[in-house]
């Protein structure tokens, strides 16, 4: 009977022995994206200086980033009483409601018309231009000024951008 006992425990060890143990466990997870609204930007309302008369001095005009479009002059540039119709730009952005976006205004553009051109720099905006945000609706819009300098004795005429007044706006 030992002998018996040493055969069958000596089976029972090899048998537990030969037992696969996993210490591995595993779990899932779901995976999820959200696609939200594409940004966008329209213009509402180009950028004009309206009317200037200019001197034998060069001379320069600030158009404020708002609804009122206030203009300052300095030099050799006056503003006439008829004033033309001076407006700042105005874009309006759409989007995923709350986010908040970045805008970014061109260095400069060059008018050109009847004389020598004119350079437009020193863009502005009514909105902080690394954080403005949509509103509940996804809705926002912003006003852009800048200053345009006029040469000494600047010919009358017309003038024009022949470049574009690109105004970018994109989510932070």
């Known amino acids: ?3 018996v006992t040493i055969i069958l425990t000596g089976v029972i060890l090899m048998s537990i022995a030969s ?19 594409t940004i966008g ?3 509402d ?7 200037l008369a200019v001197t034998s001095l060069a001379g320069a ?9 206030t203009r300052t002059k300095s030099g050799g540039v006056t503003l006439p009483v ?9 874009f309006d952005v759409s989007g995923q409601e709350n986010y908040t976006y970045s805008i970014t205004l061109p260095a400069s553009i060059n008018l050109t ?3 020598d051109d004119m350079v437009v720099d020193s863009f502005t905006t009514d909105k ?13 819009s912003f006003f852009v000024g800048a200053t345009i300098h006029v040469n000494a004795l600047q010919a009358a005429g017309e003038y024009t951008n022949t470049s574009d007044l690109t105004v970018t706006v994109n989510y932070n």
């Open 1 to 3: 009977m030992k002998k």
């Open 19 to 37: 037992l696969n143990v996993n210490a591995q466990v595993s779990a899932t997870a779901d995976a999820k994206a959200t696609i939200v609204t």
């Open 41 to 43: 930007i329209v213009k």
């Open 45 to 51: 309302v180009n950028l004009n200086f309206g009317n």
């Open 61 to 69: 005009v600030e158009l404020a980033p708002s609804l009122s479009a």
């Open 82 to 90: 008829i004033t033309g119709s001076p407006t700042a730009a105005k």
């Open 113 to 115: 018309g009847a004389g």
């Open 128 to 140: 902080a231009l690394n954080k403005s945000t949509l509103d509940a609706s996804g809705d926002d």
